[in-house]
């Protein structure tokens, strides 16, 4: 059975932990032989959906946590994003890019999550969270079962 | 990060470097309206991204919040410095589709003045 290879941190809705998730992620990541460009995409997707927990989940709030937990298993990498904030009232419209509630923003984070990613779920439900799940596959095969 | 402004006739010349996330969003916004605010001349905006290493949609948001501050009064915003990485998340984000790209400052400040 192939070994599986998890991380999994959790960190409080501020704003200076999107770069920690970001590279953590990345760094998890670079076990795989993914390229640095795939792996910068991997920073935006990640970084696209902690601000997205920090912003709309936590409505700017410190005082939430946010849960990034990331695994290996053979050449995919899956990564969830997690937040027990306000939730999405409407998935539909929050997923159609170029959506925000906000005029300063741009309302594209799950576009870039979509185009980062191989895959995309989101799961929310209002007033109890929301669970972004991404996957992403190496095209290049890993050295060892669970990573490099 | 960090952020450099010139003011340089009726262009605004404004050097960012570093990652501009949701972390700097607020202060680069700030920091930008107070430029804006000080400098009511200011027509058009230069934004160079030489020094950027990393960029997502918080700080394209900054940038377009800014062009729909100056365009109202006909301004235009211009993009110089992108490295690779850093263009492909501006293009994508479509801002490539109403600001113009130059290959250097002198020229996108020809334009700009």
């Known amino acids: 059975m192939e070994p599986v290879n998890r991380m999994r941190v959790e960190f409080t809705s501020l704003p200076a932990n999107v770069a920690f998730a970001r590279v953590a992620a990345a760094a998890f990541a670079s076990q795989l032989d993914f390229t640095l460009n795939d792996l910068e995409e991997i920073k935006v997707a990640v970084s696209e959906a902690v601000t997205n927990a920090i912003v709309h989940g936590y409505e700017n709030s410190a005082g939430g946590t946010v849960v990034l937990a990331v695994e290996i298993r053979k050449n995919t990498l899956k990564i969830v994003v997690e937040d027990t904030g306000k939730g999405i009232e409407d998935m539909e419209k929050a997923l159609q890019p170029a959506y925000s509630t906000d005029p300063e923003r741009m309302g594209l984070g799950f576009a870039f999550m979509q185009s980062f990613s191989d895959s995309l779920k989101v799961e929310s439900k209002p007033n109890a969270g929301t669970r972004v799940t991404m996957t992403k596959v190496c095209a290049r095969k890993a050295s060892s079962p669970a990573g490099r | ?113």
């Not at chain 2, 340089?8 to 700030?30: F, N, P, Q, S, Y």
């Not at chain 2, 950027?52 to 940038?63: K, N, P, Q, T």
């Not at chain 2, 235009?76 to 250097?104: D, H, T, W, Y």
Request: cysteine-free; glycine content about 14%; hydrophobic content about 40%.
């Open chain 2, 1 to 113: 990060m960090e952020l450099q402004v010139e003011i340089k006739g009726g262009a605004m010349l404004v050097r960012l470097a570093g990652e501009i996330d949701l972390a700097v969003a607020d202060t680069l916004r700030t920091s930008l309206e107070e430029e804006l605010d000080r400098n009511p001349g200011v027509r058009n905006i230069v934004i160079n991204l030489g020094g950027v290493r990393y960029i997502d949609s918080s700080g394209l948001g900054v940038l377009l919040g800014r062009y729909r501050r100056i365009s109202g009064d006909g301004g235009r915003m211009f993009i110089v410095g992108a490295s690779p990485q850093v263009r492909r998340i501006v293009e994508m984000s479509g801002l490539l589709n109403i600001m113009q790209e130059f290959p250097s400052e002198a020229d996108a400040l020809n334009h700009a003045g």
